[in-house]
């Protein structure tokens, strides 16, 4: 369904660092769930990660305690594509492009093949 395969050999640099930042910190994955549940509740067919992702990062920061939580933009297409594999009821919820990361073919700025 996307490039991501938990599990498999990391794609590019990028990937694993997805990958490590999402095995230290599976509470952003836990609000990214909820988040697009809520959306999905209220009748959204699609959604933009970047919502969800500001109000994960809004939560974290108000919520912890001591050193300041850094949440990288670098993994929004990362956790969409995640919970579009894992979730059958979010497939096509989000829209997603090409990774840059790991696809050498000419792309704008969204993504798309140019």
Same mark, same amino acid.
């Given at each position: 369904?996307? !490039? #991501?395969?938990?599990?498999? *050999? %990391? #794609?590019?640099?990028? +990937?694993? +660092?997805? @990958?490590?930042?999402?095995? /230290?910190n %599976?509470? $952003?994955?836990?609000?990214?769930?909820?988040?697009?549940a809520? /959306?999905r509740? $209220?009748?959204?067919?699609?959604? =933009?990660?970047?919502? #969800?992702? !500001?109000? $994960?990062?809004? +939560?974290?920061?108000?919520?912890?305690?001591? =050193? !300041?939580? $850094?949440? *990288?933009?670098?993994?929004? =297409?990362?956790?969409?594509?995640? @919970?579009?594999?894992?979730d *059958? @009821?979010?497939?096509?919820?989000?829209?997603?492009?090409?990774?840059?990361? #790991?696809?050498? +073919? /000419?792309?704008?700025?969204?993504?798309r093949?140019?």
């Amino acid at each position: 369904m996307s !490039e #991501i395969m938990i599990g498999a *050999p %990391p #794609i590019g640099e990028l +990937e694993q +660092e997805f @990958l490590d930042f999402h095995a /230290a910190n %599976p509470q $952003v994955y836990t609000y990214v769930k909820r988040y697009a549940a809520a /959306a999905r509740s $209220v009748g959204y067919t699609k959604f =933009a990660i970047a919502c #969800i992702w !500001e109000r $994960v990062r809004w +939560e974290l920061m108000i919520t912890t305690v001591g =050193a !300041e939580f $850094v949440l *990288p933009n670098n993994h929004r =297409a990362y956790y969409a594509r995640l @919970l579009m594999r894992d979730d *059958p @009821l979010y497939e096509g919820f989000f829209r997603i492009a090409m990774l840059r990361s #790991i696809h050498k +073919e /000419a792309v704008d700025r969204y993504g798309r093949v140019i």
